[in-house]
């Protein structure tokens, strides 16, 4: 039987707790939800003790699955005050899954201000101190862990930017080949990771678990694989094995996701690919956000303080955060609070505090907002631009279940880039509950695996409502519902993105 581990920071203790029955069939972002739902204040202070940071994998984590290598960090978010569920690939998801942990819930806050590493061996955890790392950036403090804990260790950590405390602070993980290339970068969870002092989580005493051939298993891997290997998708299955963790390439260090390509020519008009990569992994260094990131640097050429594509100035400005200077430091507070402080009309950016399905059929196609400067981070995140070039059903047929299918994904650890052959094929639906009913021994139906997924919305809008998010209670509701966005043409589009609740 799965387990949870629960840390409590204020009085340094561990328990291993069988996971509670209700929780059995969900993982990823729906415990995420349902937790938080039960278990956190909705108007606590996001880097106070009484949030709680959880790290769980999906439930097809445990196994070798070359599409089911992704892990889900939330909490409440700093940035948006509301529920955050980032996701994100690499070794950590596997490792706790072998182990039979369900969940890593970390809460409290310590009395001193001293580093931790939370140590994992098999069911076994501990704290402990880790001084030597404060201040290091997330590729040294990645070296160092290796040399103390091995090369095969999963790690999960923060940089710099996560022990300041700034809304923007991303979390780190290690992909298959040691590179820390996968970042859970939604919402502001490495300032609460930074808040409880948990320098980074290391995984290790996995053993591979004795079982019988999952040939269901291997016959969705062929399916998904023969979908998403046709001529067209090369390039996207490319992608896919990056953004996954489980097949990047030795020179990972040098590659950027697409989402991130698109935010700094989207946000920051920079043109120059040698500067995407400079910037990216100067932000990954430091352990921020990148499209985050990029978006308040938009707002800093906005405000004419650097100027528009350059991205030598743009580099400049992030490396202040680390020095700590007042633009350093506004800039990592992110982009709602950049534009505020310098008077400026908030760069929109669809954050996670109301559902995608909330839009339903009111959403706007991806072709309408490549050029616009105001609205394009729902499809430059890689929360929904994953399926950007590759869906072609019409646009009243995405709506809610569109959403649902999203979160089911990151609920089973799968990558988002093998939506569309869910969208478009009935037989991978076949295969997945086959694959998933083999694996638990569960009766699974697609009707109840699709209503898990919708709970576990429903759950992330009873979250946000209670932490205030309703009506003209919700200060993004004006916002977005009168706001006209442009395209560069001067054309107005979509008047009323969001419905008011």
């Given amino acids: 039987m799965a387990v949870c581990l629960h840390v409590d920071m204020t009085q340094k203790k561990i328990q291993t707790v069988d996971v509670p029955r209700r929780y059995e069939k969900t993982a990823g972002r729906a415990f995420v939800a349902n937790f938080c739902v039960e278990k956190i204040d909705p108007f ?17 984590s445990q196994t070798d699955f070359p599409f089911a290598g992704r892990i889900t960090i939330g909490a409440k978010s700093p940035l948006t005050q509301g529920v955050a569920a980032a996701n994100g690939g690499g070794r950590t998801a596997g490792e706790l899954a072998k182990n039979g942990i369900k969940a890593v819930i970390i809460e409290g806050l310590p009395a001193q201000d001293k580093l931790y590493i939370l140590e994992i061996n098999g069911l076994a955890a501990r704290l402990v101190e880790a001084e030597n790392l404060r201040g290091k950036g997330v590729g040294e403090t990645v070296t160092l862990l290796k040399q103390k804990y091995g090369k095969e260790a999963a790690i999960t950590c923060i940089g710099p930017a996560g022990e300041m405390l700034p809304p923007t602070a991303a979390i780190a993980n290690l992909d298959e080949n040691g590179h820390a290339s996968c970042f859970c970068g939604r919402g502001g969870l490495g300032a609460v990771m930074g808040a409880k002092r948990i320098k980074a989580v290391v995984v290790t005493g996995s053993q591979p678990r004795p079982e019988r051939p999952n040939k269901p298993m291997e016959k969705l891997e062929r399916f998904l694989c023969a979908k998403l290997n046709a001529p067209s998708e090369t390039s996207l299955l490319t992608r896919m094995s990056y953004s996954l963790g489980k097949t990047t390439p030795h020179n990972a260090s040098i590659l950027i996701k697409p989402g991130t390509v698109q935010a700094f020519k989207t946000y920051c008009q920079i043109a120059d690919s040698r500067q995407h990569m400079l910037l990216n992994s100067l932000i990954n260094e430091l352990g921020l956000d990148t499209l985050e990131t990029a978006a308040a640097i938009g707002i800093f050429m906005e405000a004419e303080i650097i100027p528009w594509g350059d991205g030598e100035a743009a580099y400049a400005l992030v ?21 505020e402080a310098l008077g400026l009309e908030q760069n929109p950016h669809f954050k996670q505090i109301y559902p995608d399905y909330i839009l339903k059929n009111k959403r706007p196609t991806p072709e309408s907002l490549n050029d616009n400067f105001c609205a394009a981070q729902v499809f430059a995140s890689e929360h929904i631009g994953a399926l950007k070039q590759h869906l072609r059903p019409p646009l009243e047929a995405e709506g809610e279940f569109y959403a649902v299918l999203n979160c089911l994904l990151d609920s089973l650890g799968l990558s988002l880039y093998t939506g569309p052959v869910f969208l478009q094929e009935n037989a991978a639906w076949d295969n997945l509950l086959e694959a998933i009913n083999y694996l638990y021994g569960w009766n699974l139906q697609k009707e109840e695996l699709i209503n898990l997924s919708s709970q576990a919305l429903r759950a992330e809008l009873k979250f946000n409502t209670l932490a205030g998010y309703t009506g003209r209670q919700n200060y993004l509701g004006g916002q977005y519902t009168e706001q006209r966005f442009y395209r560069q043409n001067g054309e107005a589009i979509h008047n009323n993105l969001f419905p008011q609740i």
């Fill in 44 to 60: 606590c202070y996001p880097l106070g003790e009484k949030n709680k940071l959880i790290i769980t994998p999906g439930l097809l």
């Fill in 319 to 339: 490396k202040e955060v680390k020095e700590g200077s007042s633009l350093g430091l506004l800039l990592a507070q992110g982009s709602r609070a950049a534009a």
